[in-house]
C-alpha cells in the first residue's frame, strides 16, 4: 500500500552539508519527495512537534537541538513508506544501526542522528500536516 512518510533532515545533517547525500540516498531508494523546505523550528514549534515525548528524560535536549539551527523537511511517498524508511535511516542510536544505513553513515550519536522518520502511516499523515499545506505536496507526473 503506498503510504506517506515525514523526513526531516535535522540540525546536525544540514551543519554536516550532507543535505544533498542523504536526499539522493532518500530518492536512490524509491521514494517520492512530494514537497520539500528549508526552515527553522523555534523551541514552542519544536516542542508542539515532540510533545508525544513530553516528561521523557531525553525530551528537553531534543527541544534544544532540534530548534538549534535549520532544518529540511520532506514528504516521502512509497509503499511501505514508514517501514521502508527507517529501514534506510537504521536504529536511533548509531551505534547500533546496521551497516549502511544513513545514521551508521553518518550520525555521531543517538541525540545528534541526522534524521527524524514518521513511526506509523498515521503519524506520517500527522506529522506531514503539522509542516506541510495540501498546496505544498505534489506527486510525480
Known sequence: MVER??????????RKKLIGEVTARIEKAG???L?????RLTQESAGEFYAVHKGKPFYDGL???MSSG???V???EKENAVADFRTLIGAT????????????LYADNKGENIVHGSD????GEIEINFFFSSRELFAIE
Open 5 to 14: 512518510t515525514l523526513a526531516i533532515l535535522k540540525p546536525d545533517c544540514v
Open 31 to 33: 521514494f517520492n519527495i
Open 35 to 39: 514537497g520539500m523546505k528549508k526552515i
Open 63 to 65: 527541544v534544544e537541538f
Open 70 to 72: 535549520s532544518c529540511v
Open 74 to 76: 520532506m514528504a516521502l
Open 93 to 104: 542510536d548509531p551505534k547500533e544501526a546496521a551497516p549502511g544505513t544513513i545514521r551508521k
Open 120 to 123: 506509523s502511516p498515521e503519524n
